[in-house]
């Protein structure tokens, strides 16, 4: 990295030499163009120099369990968006049904394939005979491994 400086500290000095001789003479062209073609030359060997250098890692590594930390964090973000979806899409397909439904909650949870799977649909009807409709359409709707709940909440 000091090799860098030092660089970077002969550059500054040759560009400051190129500015004063470009001020003695500041109307010729052919100073002008030497002092852009010397001071693009300088930056080049710079750069070049810059990305042949071995960077330490700017981020910390992290661990297994950190990682772990994140992946089950996102994992269950993932988890109440798919839930919130489906809540959206039962809730539309009882009402396409003509079925109203006062509550409705979701629970899902990723299998390891990356699947979506709905554990278990949970819902709130005000009448028998809507609950029992609910029941039947959402037991068709999901899968057999899914536990449908259909309760009755009184007006």
Not at 65 to 75: I, K, M, Q, Y
Not at 84 to 106: C, F, H, M, N, T
């Amino acid at each position: 990295m000091t090799e860098v400086i030092g660089q970077v500290s002969a550059a500054c000095g040759m560009m400051l030499v190129l500015e004063m001789a470009g001020r003695l003479a500041p109307k010729q062209k052919l100073v002008g163009f030497v002092k852009a073609l010397a001071a693009l030359v300088l930056l080049g060997t710079v750069a070049a120099r810059l990305f042949s250098l071995e960077w330490e890692p700017l981020l910390p590594e992290t661990t297994a369990a950190e990682n772990g930390e994140l992946t089950a964090f996102l994992s269950g973000k993932a988890e109440d968006a798919a839930a919130r979806d489906e809540e959206q899409y039962l809730k539309g397909l009882l009402a396409a049904a003509e079925i109203p439904v006062k509550k409705i909650s979701v629970k899902a949870a990723i299998l390891n394939d990356g699947r979506i799977h709905y554990t278990s649909v949970w819902a709130s009807c005000s009448f028998e005979s809507d609950a029992a409709r609910a029941r039947v359409l959402l037991a068709q709707m999901l899968e057999p491994e899914t536990t449908v709940e259909v309760a009755l909440d009184a007006p």
